[in-house]
């Protein structure tokens, strides 16, 4: 037969790209040198930043129709609720008055709050009002004249009794009160985006550490109090970045038997990582609690590629080619593969730009410009120090004699190229498929936990979230329906009515907790107006009445200056995805049926209006980037090899992990949202090198004519053991993420490290038995080829003189 000369070795085809990087070596080391220090100079410039907008769909119409009223909201949709708790009998005593006054203070003078609208017991926006025999008579909740007095405290009892506020401002069992903070979206004095880490750390120095003692316990709840806890939490990240670091530098060490290696592929993955972090913080961005992850991911893929770089060197070694030359050699063989896997990998990152949420553009920002980084490091900066550096002579020996243990671990492996075992795996892969597939229809969209579930269920916050919840009518969990009219018509009898229907309809709706809005207050003030009479606890059809009882006055909150819009305040047990989905859907079903032209009922503003859109926006963004990341990963597997089978070994397995992702998140309970959106498509990002890798050295060994069983247990010695190594290394890597104290953290680690490992099964058990059916070799091999003899004999020979 005609004797295939190896692509990859030939001295006569060096291709360009290697022409000029090993031919200007030094250059390459200076110039990675200065960059290095020019984008670590710039990353330690680098800061945790995170901004209400950027964490929600703003584009979505929900936000729009919530920003289009912003002013008229009032800060409903992003508030912090301090809840003060006595450990005595109730409320009712001086001391405890006098440290909420204080509180109150603490909370009014903490940057970013708006003073004008913040609620609590000592606001003068608080009254009460009540019916006498005279009128109405009202004022402000706390007496004006408060003492402490034991009459004082009567007459702060009654005014709180004649407010309606108990459930609301007041606890149900009388031991706590809330100050009820709205917060700007800029910093009052630097018009910079609100930090709401600094605000948190505020919180916490000036309010609960100062004011918390034996009978006195701070609750705090509010996005912006989220936000801080995952900064705080998410700073931690750095420990467990470190862990991971030195896990994988012991297990490359491990793998190569050489601590020259393993440094050189650390720094090259590290470099990588500083310019990441430095051209992000070069562009405008800083690292929020999501984005925070993409560091490690770069780390993660510029070990993987190494190892496919340091196996190639190896091997080259081991044929007898001195350092440079084996470098060379290895680079031709990797390069192709590397570029394309990583292009891959890019397209992927890339395609979560679609998504508009400004976390998860930054996130596709930072990993799209990572990939392109490592590339550069690894194609460049790698081979370079390698040709420099090396790999001791000793470390090759050692590898070559724990290459031969091990030979019955792979000679099982490679049975899977035998037809029956063949046929075995891919039906216990497609019955894996069928099951994954039907557990994974229950799958959900958004939270599947009340609280923060970005957050531990033990963590402070959660732990004062259920205490709110438990004690309190109102939760934190707030849905605003809005309502527009046409000027001086938002009290119209069809309009107020339609409000009263819609409540009636809400509150009896799994979920929801209570509404209030106009439609309450009017009912309130007409009985009020009647001797407290319950005949009149209704909306009136005669218009001049309707009017009479709607001066604008009454109700500030609920109405605008010019009676063109009012607020369905919906509070809700939970923001679950389910809780979300019906109250979404019964308001869209009212909505159609009552809206007009002039008249028109709106989603959604509040903090669960905000998590329903983004929701809304998760759900319809998953299904997309699945469908193009595959899309996009057939192609280019199509491009790379020429081969429509290549790319169905190659995809089909990685499909596969994908399903069982979504099914594991299902059994653990994890819904798909901002935070776990991103992990199928870093998942297939990553685990495409697997295939790739192992397919192009396949193919190499089907072109030298190699039956498909024998070629896949040559592919075993190199690239396999590389594939398997890095499988088990990335695996352990991110398994540090489940000590995490941030939830989603732990959760994204407990993913990947699912994805990785069983990417890494696929690509070694279910590529090449599909290989068995879809890849024929060149010409068919025999043991009397004298090509294949020479080949074996000199790999021998030179096998046998490194051991000795």
């Not at 699945?626 to 169905?648: H, S």
Request: proline share 3%; charged share 20%.
């Amino acid at each position: 037969m005609k004797k295939q000369n190896d692509p990859a070795i030939e001295q006569d085809k060096v291709p360009f790209i290697e022409r000029l990087v090993f031919g200007n070596r030094l250059l390459v080391v200076l110039i990675f040198t200065a960059l290095t220090v020019y984008f670590g100079f710039h990353m330690m410039k680098l800061r945790p930043v995170a901004s209400f907008e950027r964490m929600i769909p703003v584009y979505h119409e929900f936000i729009k129709n919530a920003y289009n009223h912003s002013d008229d909201l009032k800060g409903l949709a992003n508030t912090v609720r301090v809840v003060v708790e006595t450990t005595e009998d109730d409320i009712f005593t001086k001391d405890y008055m006098l440290t909420l006054r204080d509180i109150h203070d603490a909370v009014f003078f903490v940057n970013g709050v708006d003073r004008q609208n913040l609620q609590s017991l000592w606001a003068s926006a608080v009254r009460y009002t009540e019916v006498t025999e005279e009128g109405f008579e009202g004022g402000t909740v706390m007496p004006n004249k408060f003492d402490g007095s034991p009459e004082a405290l009567n007459e702060l009892r009654n005014n709180i009794f004649r407010s309606g506020r108990i459930g609301s401002l007041i606890a149900n069992d009388f031991k706590s009160t809330a100050i009820i903070a709205p917060l700007y979206g800029l910093d009052p004095q630097t018009s910079e985006p609100l930090d709401y880490q600094e605000f948190s750390h505020n919180l916490e120095t000036q309010v609960r550490e100062k004011f918390q003692s034996d009978t006195i316990k701070i609750h705090v709840v509010g996005f912006a109090k989220i936000v801080g806890d995952l900064i705080d939490g998410a700073t931690r990240v750095g420990l467990f970045f470190l862990a991971a670091f030195l896990i994988l530098l012991g297990l490359l060490w491990y793998n190569s038997k050489c601590w020259r290696s393993t440094l050189i592929r650390a720094v090259s993955s590290i470099v990588a990582v500083v310019w990441q972090m430095g051209l992000f913080q070069l562009l405008g961005y800083g690292l929020n609690p999501y984005s925070m992850l993409v560091p490690f991911l770069m780390f993660a893929l510029g070990v993987s590629h190494g190892i496919q770089m340091f196996n190639a060197i190896v091997q080259q070694l081991v044929n007898g080619h001195g350092k440079l030359m084996a470098v060379r050699r290895a680079y031709r063989q990797v390069y192709l593969p590397g570029l394309s896997a990583l292009f891959t990998d890019g397209i992927g990152f890339s395609l979560l730009f679609i998504i508009a949420i400004g976390v998860i553009r930054d996130i596709a920002i930072g990993a799209t410009l990572g990939v392109a980084i490592v590339a550069l490091c690894d194609l460049c900066l790698l081979p370079v120090l390698m040709s420099y550096a090396g790999i001791s002579s000793k470390a090759v020996h050692k590898i070559v004699n724990r290459d031969d243990k091990e030979n019955l671990f792979w000679t099982l492996i490679a049975k899977v190229t035998k037809r029956p075992y063949a046929i075995g795996v891919i039906l216990s892969a497609l019955l894996l498929f069928v099951g994954a597939s039907y557990v994974r229809t229950d799958l959900k969209i958004g939270d599947l936990d009340a609280g923060a579930p970005e957050l531990r269920a033990d963590s402070r916050y959660n732990l004062d979230n259920d205490y709110i919840i438990n004690n309190y009518s109102t939760s934190s969990d707030l849905l605003v329906v809005m309502v527009e009219t046409p000027e001086d018509k938002c009290t119209d009898y069809e309009t107020l009515i339609n409000m009263e229907r819609l409540q009636w309809k809400l509150q009896n709706t799994p979920g929801v907790q209570s509404t209030e809005s106009m439609a309450n207050f009017i009912k309130n003030y007409l009985a009020g107006m009647s001797e407290g009479s319950l005949k009149m606890w209704s909306i009136p059809r005669d218009e001049t009445f309707l009017r009479y009882a709607s001066i604008k006055g009454l109700y500030e909150n609920w109405v605008t200056q010019k009676c063109n819009f009012a607020p369905i305040n919906v509070y809700l047990t939970d923001h679950k995805a389910e809780t979300l989905e019906r109250v979404v859907e019964v308001v869209r079903e009212f909505s159609s049926e009552v809206s007009t032209d002039e008249v028109r009922f709106l989603l959604a503003a509040g903090n669960s209006g905000i998590d329903a859109a983004t929701n809304i926006e998760v759900e319809k963004a998953n299904t997309l980037i699945t469908w193009v990341v595959y899309l996009v990963v057939i192609t280019v597997c199509f491009v790379t090899f020429r081969d429509l089978r290549a790319a169905i070994c190659i995809v089909f397995p990685l499909y596969i992990t994908s399903v069982l992702c979504e099914a594991l998140m299902t059994k653990l309970g994890i819904g798909i949202k901002v935070a776990t959106l991103p992990v199928i498509a870093v998942g297939v990002g990553i685990g495409i090198d697997y295939g790739i890798y192992i397919y192009n050295k396949l193919k190499y060994y089907l072109d030298l004519g190699f039956d498909v069983h024998r070629a896949y247990a040559e592919t075993l010695k190199t690239t396999g053991r590389a594939v398997f190594f890095t499988g088990v290394t990335l695996g352990v890597g991110v398994a540090t993420w489940v000590f995490s104290p941030i939830k989603f953290q732990a959760d994204m680690g407990i993913l990947l490290m699912f994805m990785f490992v069983w990417n890494m099964v696929g690509a070694l058990l279910v590529l090449p038995a599909l290989a068995v059916f879809l890849c024929k070799s060149t010409d068919v091999k025999t043991d009397t080829d004298t090509d294949t003899d020479e080949i074996d004999a000199k790999f021998l020979l030179v096998k046998e003189s490194m051991k000795n």
